[in-house]
Every structure is written in C-alpha cells, then in structure tokens.
C-alpha cells in the first residue's frame, strides 16, 4: 500500500488541502512539519476518516469537524448544504494486483422537515470509491438494502489493503505509544502487536469457531434424544456469553487504553479546577497591576506638565532666593524698621509748653535775665529738629511695600524637591513599564489556559472508571458462568466413536489444525523477527546499544510473552524500562513487523520523538525512520526534527517536506513547501 495524496475540504482547521505524498523509492520520507496546535494531527486524522469514515452521527459532531474559519467566512444562504469532504488517493491490491485507488468521502448537513414548527438536521455521508477500473457510490440516505453491497464492496477492498483494526499499529502517536507504557502493559501491548500484524490471532478465533461449530455438531446428533434441547440451550448460552466475553474484552482493551492515555491529563485537570479559580483571582490582580501602573504613568504625565507650567515658580524663583537671600533680608530688615520706627514721640505743644514752663522757672532762680518770646522759639524749634536727625535713612526708598512683598515672597520660596521627586518617580515608572509586557503575556496565556481546557475529560475519565470496574466485574461473572457450562456440558454423554460422521471427524480435527498452524507460522517467523529486533535495539536502544545478546518470542500463542537478555546472560526487565527505552522497544517491534507481517501499509507516526532523549533522538533520525518502511510519513515540530541538524541528515531520504502554518485569525491551516524554511 502506497499513499499519493490527501485532499480535504472544510475538514477542521483545512479549509482546503490537497497534499502530494508521493514518495521516490530510494527516498521513502515525506516530512511535515508543523507548530503545536497548526494541524499535523488533524491531517494524521484526515487520512484516518478518508480511509475509513468519520463518525459524525449529530449536528453537534458535524460542527465539531468543520473549518470554523470558513463557516464565519462565507456567507451562507438558507439552501446552502455544508459539506466536508476527504479524499484519499492510494496504490493498494486488488485482487492479485497492484492498483490505483481513490476513496471520496463527503458529508453534508441537511434539514428534514418532518413538522411546520419544527427542524431536524441529520448528517449524510456520500462515498464513492474507484478500485483499480471498479466504480462504486452509496450514501447514508439509501435504505439499507440499496447500499449494502457497494458498501460492503469498499470496506472490503480497504480492508484487504490495511484493516482498520490494524490501523492504529501503523498510523500512531508515537508520545500516546509511550503513554500505554506507563501502566505496565508493555508484554500484553506486545503481544497484541504480534498476534495481530502477523496475522496469528485469526487461527486463534478459527479455532474457537471449529470448537463452536463442534459442539453444534454434539447438538446435530442428539437430534433423536431427549438431551438434545437441553445441549442447544446450552451451548447457545455458551456461544452467547463468549460473543459477550469477546466484546467485553475489546470494551476493557479500549477502556484501559484510553485511561492510561488519559490519566497524565485527568489529574492535570483535576488539579486546574481548582487552579483555575486561583488563576482567575490572578487574572484579576494582574489586570488591576496593569491598571495602577497606567494610573501611574497618567499621573506622572499630569506632574510632568504641571512642573513645566510652573517651571519658573518650582526652578527659578528658588535659585534666585538661593543666590540674593542676604540682600533680600538687608531690604526686608531695613523697610520693616522703616516702617515700623517710632515717630517723635513729643508733640509740638507739649514741647512748647516744657520749654516756656523751663524758661519761666530759670527766669525766678536768677538763671536767666528775662524769658524772651524769640528764645522760646528758638529752643522749641532746635528741640525738633534735633528729634528728627535721629530717623533711620531709607535707601530703598525707589521700592514700595508691594515690591517689598514680593520679594519677601521670593526669599521664603525654598527647593521643594519637586524635580527630585518626578526623576525619582520616573525611575519607579520605568521599572514598572518594563514589567507590562510579561504581565500583559502571563494575562494572554492565562486567559487561554482557562479557555482552552476542556474539562468534560474529567467527567469522561470518571465514567470510563466506572465503566472498566463494571467490565471487569462482568468478565469475571462471565468466565465464572462459562466453567460451570463447560462442566454441564461435559456431562452429558455422547458417543462420537459409534455415531461419528466425516463432518463430525472434521470438525474435531479443525480446532487443533488451527491451533497447530498458528504455532507453526510463529515458529517461521519468530526467528526472523527476533533476529531482526535484536539487531535494531543493538542500535537503537541508546542504554543497551551493544550490550543485547537476543530477543525471545515464547512458541506458544496461547501464552505468548517476549524478553530481552543482556550479554552477560541475565533478562532485561521491560518494566523497568524508562519510558523513552519502552518506546523505542515498541517502534523497534513495529518495525519488524512491517517487514515480516502480512501487510505492507506505510507508516504514519505523529510526535515523532515522543519521549526520546537527546542520544536516542540521534540514532532514530539516522537508522530508524530511513529504513522503517516504503512509505514513512513523520509529523513533527521543530523542536523534535530541528531545522537546522536533524533536517539534513534525513534530507537524503527524504521525497517531499511541508510547513503547516496555521492562520489563528482566519482559523486555518495552509501547507508551504519546506521544512520550517528549508528546501530540498
């Protein structure tokens, strides 16, 4: 089987695709490369639904399938018929040959009108499929009749290429692959991988189907017995609760697989319901921190323009107070005095009336001859003049009281350190300024954490729980019911030597014949694949590179069981296996089984480095993924296939190498030629 090329329409983040996966035969690679979350799953899952359908059985399950980007986009009128559509193009056999074939799947949502008042929407499904020159077509709205035989036709042909039940052992995660390991299901996974790809399991079921069909045989002849009832009824039980058994199984097989897929997530989210209330509480203080420090920046541009507006009263006045402080006290000091000296105190009548009352009483002492009106004024006048020469002199007298004032004014106004405080304002500013980007980053990606998760897995997880407990309490109910039948049955007494038929002699015969030709193929081919592990985990397995003696396959199908052994003779522990070594024992089993299996699909591995380490990342780009199969298609990040190393040393097998780039506003994905900018 060989795949040429995927086309989608409309198909999750696709709005449209149509991708060449050709590969030349010395160069079997194609690599896409792709961001987390840009589409490398969803084109994983595109090949996946062309081959075998999607399950969109709702609305609901429509829209969660199809390009968001273009249903916004377009504008629909009320006729318009959504539709998704994949088609996969592939050589496969047919028959004895090797042919082209191509696989058309589209779905369409539609309305049936069954009341007035009332809508209904359905989703149909419309295949059409060539094989080789065979044309086939049905869709989901014929009857049952009209389509079963184109679609049992297709299922057939698909499924003789690659069955889906064998899909997900060569189109896998390798991360999810490495996850099943953690519970210690490392023997039982490889054990499936076995029974399954090389085919074994059948002979299995066909031996159960030839004791089936035995024991229908002890009913045939009874047919003239009384027992005979009794034995059917029991044996219709048996088969009954083996059906139910078999199904039981296949439920606990998806059941322990999706909790070991999924338990790392369920206790991540357990965990954020409760971290999400924190987290929005943190949303919220940021966005006020982001807040204050706008606040900030506001008030800071306010106090910048209110000091330019007074830049003379804040800058200027206070230097000039600073430099003629002395001068503006000496003026201030001297007008006060000025102003405030007192005047003469004696009044001119009361000086007259002294110097007279002096000069009558000298006059009767004899002191003087005669007290003259002229001597009078004279002393009068001189005791004036005499009381005024004593007044303060005003220099500054060219300064009135208002000029004075002011420049009291100036003296009192001091540096008030509010240029100081802006430069110490502004540093703080800065500081704070430089944190806005990372609390604006830290808010986006808190926002999309709490949007992002979707913590209907944990209700899911929960129910799977509950589901496994029932399934295994059922299993062992079952297994209880089918040995107390068994030992019922044998009771009954039947001589198959007297009454044997040819078809009963068969019959008898069918059972072990499979068994036994089940072992024998096991025994063909388990050296080869033993070999062939041994030979790559020497290689590939970085802690035990060199050092494993062989690999063992038990020869028994009913207990298989698979061991590594060092050289110096003792059992490597599977279980003790690190997870990125467990993984690497898997893809090295994958491997061989591609190579000595039944079936020759290509191989498709999503997160291709799973949990790998630096060493074992090494040795798979350079001697595993170059000979894994024909046809190796790896989706990968650039953080896991790196551009620049890892690119060129797989650039010599590789056919074809994409980007997905994924456009976050118009939600959706388009493929550019290269990896991460680097070309053939």
């Not at 069981?561 to 050289?567: A, N, Q, S």
Request: aromatic share 8%.
């Amino acid at each position: 089987m060989l795949l040429h090329r995927i086309k989608a329409q409309y198909f999750k983040t696709y709005s449209s695709l149509d991708l060449d996966l050709s590969v030349e035969p010395e160069k079997p690679l194609i690599l896409i490369g792709g961001a987390n979350g840009g589409g490398k799953t969803t084109l994983f899952q595109a090949i996946y639904g062309a081959l075998y359908g999607l399950s969109l059985e709702s609305e609901r399950d429509f829209y969660e399938h199809y390009n968001t980007g273009s249903r916004t986009r377009q504008t629909l009128t009320a006729q318009a018929i959504k539709h998704i559509t994949l088609e996969i193009y592939f050589t496969g056999q047919l028959v004895d040959t090797d042919a082209m074939h191509i696989v058309t799947r589209r779905y369409e949502l539609s309305s049936n009108t069954h009341h007035s008042s009332s809508k209904k929407h359905e989703v149909i499904e419309y295949v059409q499929a060539t094989f080789g020159g065979l044309k086939y077509a049905y869709n989901t709205a014929m009857s049952l009749k009209e389509r079963q035989k184109h679609q049992t036709e297709i299922a057939k042909i698909i499924k003789a290429n690659l069955p889906e039940e064998l899909s997900h052992y060569f189109l896998f995660d390798a991360m999810e692959s490495g996850a099943l390991m953690r519970e210690d299901e490392i023997q039982r996974v490889i054990r499936e991988n076995i029974e399954n790809v090389m085919g074994f399991r059948k002979y299995i079921q066909l031996g159960r189907v030839a004791e089936s069909l035995t024991k229908r045989s002890h009913a045939e002849r009874l047919k003239q017995e009384n027992e005979k009832h009794e034995y059917m009824r029991l044996l219709g039980e048996k088969r009954q609760l083996e059906s139910r058994k078999t199904s039981i199984g296949e439920e606990l097989a998806a059941a322990l697989r999706f909790r070991a897929k999924n338990t790392e997530v369920y206790n991540t989210l357990k965990n954020d319901i409760e971290a999400t209330i924190t987290l929005t509480r943190t949303i919220e203080q940021t966005k006020k921190e982001l807040e204050t420090i706008h606040s900030k920046e506001r008030a800071y541009k306010s106090a910048v323009e209110g000091f330019i507006n007074k830049f003379e009263e804040y800058a200027v006045l206070p230097k000039i107070a600073t430099v003629f402080q002395s001068e503006i006290a000496l003026i201030s000091s001297t007008k006060n005095g000025i102003e405030h000296q007192e005047h003469p105190s004696l009044k001119v009548q009361i000086i007259e009336n002294i110097i007279h009352s002096a000069l009558h009483y000298l006059q009767n002492t004899g002191n003087i001859s005669s007290a003259s009106q002229e001597l009078e004024e004279t002393l009068i006048e001189f005791i004036l003049e005499t009381n005024k020469n004593t007044a303060q002199v005003d220099r500054y007298e060219f300064l009135n009281n208002q000029e004075v004032r002011a420049l009291e004014y100036i003296a009192l106004r001091k540096d008030t350190g509010v240029f100081a405080s802006l430069l110490e304002q502004k540093r703080a500013l800065i500081q704070q300024q430089n944190r806005i980007p990372l609390l604006e980053e830290q808010l986006e990606e808190w926002r999309a954490h709490t949007q992002q998760n979707d913590y209907s897995l944990i209700r899911m997880f929960e129910k799977n729980e509950a589901t496994i407990d029932f399934l295994e309490s059922e299993q062992k109910r079952i297994n209880t019911s089918l040995e107390e039948l068994e030992q019922r049955l044998a009771t009954f007494d039947i001589d198959t030597n007297d009454t044997t038929t040819p078809q009963h002699e068969v019959l008898q015969k069918l059972k072990p014949f499979f068994l036994e030709t089940g072992e024998m193929l096991l025994q063909a081919k388990k050296r080869q694949i033993e070999m062939t592990m041994m030979q790559d985990l020497n290689i590939n397995l970085v802690p035990y590179r060199g050092v494993i003696d062989r690999v063992e396959i038990s020869d028994s199908l009913g207990d298989m069981t698979f061991k590594i052994f060092h050289t110096s003779g003792n059992e490597i522990a599977l279980n003790q296996l690190n997870t990125a070594s467990k993984q690497l024992v898997v893809q090295c089993l994958l491997k061989a089984l591609h190579e000595y299996g039944e079936y020759n699909p290509p191989v498709m591995i999503d997160t291709v480095m799973g949990a790998l380490d630096e060493a074992s990342r090494q040795t798979v780009i350079e001697h595993y993924f170059p000979e894994l199969s024909h046809q190796t298609i790896l989706l990968s990040s650039d953080s896991e296939i790196r551009p620049t190393g890892d690119f060129d040393k797989l650039k010599p097998f590789i056919s074809r190498a994409y980007t997905l780039q994924r456009d976050k506003e118009q939600q959706s994905t388009t493929i550019n030629t290269g990896y991460f900018g680097k070309n053939l």
